[in-house]
């Protein structure tokens, strides 16, 4: 299974195993094999014309879907990218199999080898956790209905959601056979609590409102933001962070993948000192914070929050 950062990606994708299996076909027939020009742009109707173009009739598609007009070094970069994909074997989308796939295909010659941007990948995609209730016959989690969706705004440190990978902002789509769209928080954990502690099955998406934007500190270990109980309140002209696009009213949720939701501001920028010096934040908008924060006690989230590091 591959995953895509556009849908422009899982096309150009497609379009590449098409003709690395034409390719194939056409070696066995002795056919000589097509070359991109050497210069200018990479025009599709001319290499239509090409009696030896490969999977010329799939490239129309490509050209009138997305408009796209590559140079043959662009059309390099993504076959070497096709090349990466072929090679990555995906049977399950576990968490850390993510994680590592997204590592190993993006290009990122400064930030490749930080820990944190693996720790701190966001796939919004859907996964599945297993686990049983605690001594305690609980969880260790609470959850937020919003917009006609469920939430995870509080997990327990070493509970078995915790270990179990639940993460705050988790959207839950699913518990056990039984779809939860519509329920209110109430119902869920009503629910949660009749079932049998010896194995509960999750379906969720992976935190859908959330995103992470990384960024490098400077010589002088300042990445160019200003916080205020966890928000964004200000950006630095001309740093890091306001090339890399982060934006103000902004919650930070977590730093190279460590949550931080209830720690102090002192406490999330020790975090922030003692990083490596290239920096992945998590965040969500401040009004979509609020929202999902609205009903939970402060005190609360400060004693119980996982804030350990969860390594995948």
Not at 93 to 122: D, H, M, Y
Not at 204 to 210: I, K, S, V
């Amino acid at each position: 299974m591959s995953l895509y950062p556009s849908l422009e990606d899982m096309k150009v994708d497609k379009i590449l195993q098409n003709e690395q299996q034409q390719s194939t076909a056409n070696q066995q027939q002795n056919v000589p094999p097509f070359t991109y020009p050497s210069s200018g742009h990479y025009n599709i109707e001319q290499t239509m014309a090409s009696p030896n173009h490969a999977a010329s009739t799939l490239y129309p598609t490509m050209d009138s879907y997305m408009g796209l007009d590559l140079t043959p070094s662009e059309m390099a970069i993504i076959e070497r990218q096709q090349q990466q994909l072929a090679s990555l074997q995906l049977a399950q989308t576990r968490p850390n199999e993510i994680a590592s796939f997204a590592n190993k295909t993006l290009v990122a010659p400064i930030s490749g080898n930080s820990v944190g941007l693996l720790r701190a990948q966001v796939t919004q995609g859907i996964r599945e956790v297993v686990l049983c209730k605690g001594a305690d016959q609980k969880i260790g989690m609470r959850c937020k209905a919003i917009n006609n969706g469920i939430f995870v705004v509080l997990v327990t440190q070493g509970s078995p959601a915790s270990l179990a990978g639940l993460r705050f902002g988790d959207q839950i789509l699913q518990v056990n056979d039984q779809y939860v769209a519509g329920m209110s928080h109430q119902s869920l954990h009503s629910l949660i609590k009749k079932l049998p502690g010896d194995r509960i099955t999750f379906a969720l998406r992976d935190r859908p409102f959330e995103r992470t934007v990384t960024v490098h500190k400077d010589n002088g270990g300042e990445a160019g933001f200003m916080l205020n109980n966890g928000k964004i309140t200000g950006i630095v002209k001309d740093s890091s962070a306001a090339r890399n696009g982060l934006l103000t009213d902004h919650q930070i949720l977590e730093v190279n993948g460590q949550n931080v939701v209830g720690l102090s501001d002192k406490k999330i920028r020790e975090l922030i000192k003692n990083s490596d010096s290239t920096l992945t934040l998590t965040v969500m908008p401040s009004i979509l914070y609020d929202k999902i924060m609205s009903e939970m006690h402060s005190s609360l989230v400060k004693k119980l929050m996982d804030h350990s590091v969860f390594d995948y």
